[in-house]
């Protein structure tokens, strides 16, 4: 009997149950598209935002900001715009001195045409009132999310010729460039710290089989170890758990046509476990881990409508 005990708690981990929806809630579809999300807990509240648009692609987009003391009921806080500028693709982090921080690309299109692009960030100290849109790094950059690690902000760029240039920064605004990625066709790129100070990076490829990478790096982040995985990425983002678990998520191509997944994934593994209700014009989550369950902002069109959907996810 003790020994079969003793096997039992050996195993338990083996059997620990897959992850599980347990609630999906759809947040906003006010816009006529809605869409490329993410999410942040600040000062006790929750904080979603999006681009709103008339479609995926051209038009000037704007900024919508939500704000949710629990998560359930969900309201306006702020809408970004800036006239002839195409906002897209908002991240939220917050600053070293507490501030919340947007950092969003900023397009210029003729119709469906790109004719430039850069990116533009913005500051609130309440969620509320929001700094002007402000130009960062130079015309034809795209800094796609960036992350803070002991008081600095990093984040890879990507430009037209899809190379990808690590910088950083100690205010959100001005940036020094630490080296360029040997990746190629880079495009969206999530970084994130483990806690000996080492980077990984789930980056979205758009040159070869386009398959996203894993790469890692050790300070000062100028030399890389890549990894290849056996997925199409779009919208790629990923969080360390407390445990030192790394759960991902994004855009997945399935026979069936685009979703949104969440993947188990290790320093050279990406394998999606669980799919969320979505289809079509899909993707681009926000994670957040809270009070032991994984909560994901992602926009889908499954229902008709590209709209803004919130799941809590337990793992």
Request: proline residues 5%.
């Amino acid at each position: 009997m003790r020994r079969a005990w003793i096997s039992l708690l050996w195993l338990t981990p083996l059997l620990a149950a897959p992850p599980e929806v347990v609630s999906v809630q759809k947040i906003w579809d006010a816009g006529a598209h809605n869409a490329f999300t993410d999410l942040i807990r600040f000062r006790d509240r929750w904080y979603c935002t999006f681009r709103e648009s008339e479609g995926h692609v051209g038009g000037n987009g704007k900024l919508r900001v939500l704000v949710s003391d629990r998560g359930g009921n969900w309201d306006s806080a702020a809408l970004l715009a800036e006239d002839g500028i195409d906002l897209r693709d908002p991240k939220l982090s917050i600053t070293p001195d507490e501030r919340l921080m947007i950092l969003a690309g900023g397009s210029v299109y003729e119709g469906t045409a790109l004719k430039g692009r850069q990116p533009r960030v913005a500051f609130s100290t309440n969620g509320r009132d929001w700094t002007r849109p402000q130009r960062i790094l130079a015309e034809g950059d795209w800094l796609w999310r960036v992350t803070w690690w002991r008081g600095r902000a990093y984040g890879v760029s990507y430009r037209g010729d899809r190379t990808g240039v690590l910088y950083s920064s100690a205010d959100g605004i001005h940036y020094e460039a630490v080296t360029e990625l040997d990746a190629p066709g880079v495009s969206e790129v999530t970084l994130r710290f483990l806690s000996d100070g080492e980077i990984m990076a789930l980056v979205r490829r758009e040159t070869d089989d386009r398959n996203g990478w894993i790469g890692t790096s050790k300070p000062p982040y100028r030399q890389w170890t890549w990894y290849k995985t056996t997925h199409r990425l779009g919208g790629p983002n990923f969080i360390v758990l407390p445990d030192g678990r790394f759960w991902a998520a994004g855009r997945e191509h399935t026979p069936d046509g685009p979703r949104t997944v969440l993947a188990k994934m290790g320093r050279q593994s990406y394998e999606p476990v669980l799919t969320l209700p979505s289809e079509g014009d899909t993707s681009y989550p926000g994670l957040v881990w809270y009070d032991g369950l994984l909560w994901m902002s992602y926009y889908s069109s499954h229902e008709g409508k590209s709209a803004i959907y919130l799941a809590k996810i337990r793992l």
